[in-house]
């Protein structure tokens, strides 16, 4: 495999992802949209469905494709498109007739999936029951492959267990490999690893059976694990941003020209806001009575931060619409989106100074967006007394 897991092949795995959202968020209806606490789909749509929220539970038979974030997604039952999905903790499930791309801090594939696979995350599992009809494509802290894979399996992570059947060839680059006994592999196993794995005598391996060297310092495999949260948070950012970009798009870009129009008013606000709300949910959360709305106010508090940084990017984004001479359809703006988010990750690995502006990016689209949310809600209470 030479440096097939090297930083370059992950910032592949990304591109697959935003190639994948940018396709799935093409000349569709967009009707099928919803953002809110707990979203839960059932029956059958007709349509593509965009979700957002603390958890979204996609279990319905969706004639289109499924694009979902929050803390806990899980998408089940049928799905004749994609699904791309990005979250704390992401389950699919049932069946999904084209491909399927995940991030998230837990991802479990327990579907058919008639297309390929591809998940990224802190721990990535496909169970038993699960079938990828195509390619696989797992990167993660720890992977297990129990189901089975029509074709080439490529996986690099912590530690991977492979138990299930693989139609196809197997690379690997791992701490830690394990073929289980249940483990029937068709093709040749490609494998780097700093210790020899541990393969079961009663696993099958049609193939021929290769070690190549593993990397030289285990710094190498650090910067890997490294690239790997990255590119988990940043596609997470990507699916969030777009979501939200659709579900609100006159509030979300209203409230990045905030940060333009009144940028001082912003970054106060801001300030205030990422000083003052942690400090009023302890202080609430410190009598028995408060620790409910403290513990509320808290996890508000995050989701803020998140439309915060999307506000500064959607921001950033316009600014390069105004630049390439872009219109204001929903396509530019999505492509905005992701371009923005794509220089502010690039900005980021500066040291120091890169810190220091995504954290200004942070406390200016963070007070913009609660500046213009303000506004928002004090015409509707004037019109409403009016």
């Known amino acids: 495999m030479g440096n097939s897991w090297s930083a370059r092949r992950v910032l592949v795995l990304w591109l697959m992802l935003a190639l994948g959202l940018m396709l799935a968020l093409g000349p569709s209806t967009l009707s099928a949209q919803e953002a809110g606490p707990t979203i839960l789909k059932r029956g059958v749509i007709a349509?593509?469905?965009?979700?957002?929220?603390?958890?979204?539970?996609?279990?319905?038979?969706?004639?289109?494709?499924?694009?979902?974030?929050?803390?806990?997604?899980?998408?089940?039952?049928?799905?004749?498109?994609?699904?791309?999905?990005?979250?704390?903790?992401?389950?699919?499930?049932?069946?999904?007739?084209?491909?399927?791309?995940?991030?998230?801090?837990?991802?479990?594939?327990?579907?058919?999936?008639?297309?390929?696979?591809?998940?990224?995350?802190?721990?990535?599992?496909?169970?038993?029951?699960?079938?990828?009809?195509?390619?696989?494509?797992?990167?993660?802290?720890?992977?297990?492959?129990?189901?089975?894979?029509?074709?080439?399996?490529?996986?690099?992570?912590?530690?991977?267990?492979?138990?299930?059947?693989?139609?196809?060839?197997?690379?690997?680059?791992?701490?830690?490999?394990?073929?289980?006994?249940?483990?029937?592999?068709?093709?040749?196993?490609?494998?780097?690893?700093?210790?020899?794995?541990?393969i079961d005598p009663a696993a099958h391996i049609g193939g021929t059976l290769t070690r190549l060297p593993a990397p030289a310092r285990l710094a190498t495999v650090s910067r890997g694990v490294a690239w790997i949260a990255g590119v988990v948070f940043l596609a997470s950012l990507m699916v969030s941003g777009i979501v939200l970009l659709l579900l609100f798009p006159n509030f979300s870009t209203a409230a990045a020209r905030t940060v333009a129009t009144d940028p001082w008013k912003s970054l106060g606000m801001g300030i205030a806001v990422l000083v003052a709300t942690p400090v009023a949910a302890g202080l609430l959360m410190s009598t028995l009575l408060g620790m409910p709305l403290g513990l509320t106010i808290l996890s508000l508090y995050f989701v803020s931060l998140l439309w915060g940084f999307l506000t500064a990017a959607t921001f950033v984004g316009d600014l390069g619409i105004r630049l390439f001479r872009g219109g204001p359809s929903k396509g530019w703006r999505v492509l905005s989106l992701i371009a923005a988010l794509v220089v502010l990750a690039i900005i980021g690995a500066i040291p120091i100074v890169g810190a220091v502006i995504l954290f200004l990016a942070l406390l200016f689209g963070l007070g913009a967006w609660t500046v213009h949310g303000y506004r928002t809600y004090a015409r509707a209470r004037d019109g409403g007394a009016a």
Do not use: F, N
């Open 47 to 198: 349509e593509d469905v965009y979700a957002s929220g603390g958890r979204v539970d996609i279990l319905a038979e969706v004639d289109g494709d499924v694009v979902a974030a929050g803390g806990r997604v899980s998408v089940g039952r049928l799905v004749k498109g994609d699904v791309i999905a990005a979250g704390g903790d992401v389950s699919i499930a049932g069946k999904v007739l084209d491909d399927v791309r995940a991030a998230g801090g837990l991802v479990t594939i327990d579907a058919h999936i008639a297309g390929d696979a591809v998940a990224a995350g802190g721990s990535v599992s496909l169970r038993p029951e699960s079938q990828v009809d195509g390619k696989a494509w797992l990167v993660g802290g720890d992977i297990e492959v129990h189901g089975t894979v029509g074709k080439r399996l490529r996986a690099a992570g912590g530690r991977i267990r492979i138990a299930g059947d693989v139609h196809g060839d197997v690379d690997l680059v791992a701490r830690r490999i394990e073929i289980l006994p249940g483990a029937r592999i068709t093709g040749s196993l490609t494998y780097r690893s700093p210790q020899e794995a541990k």
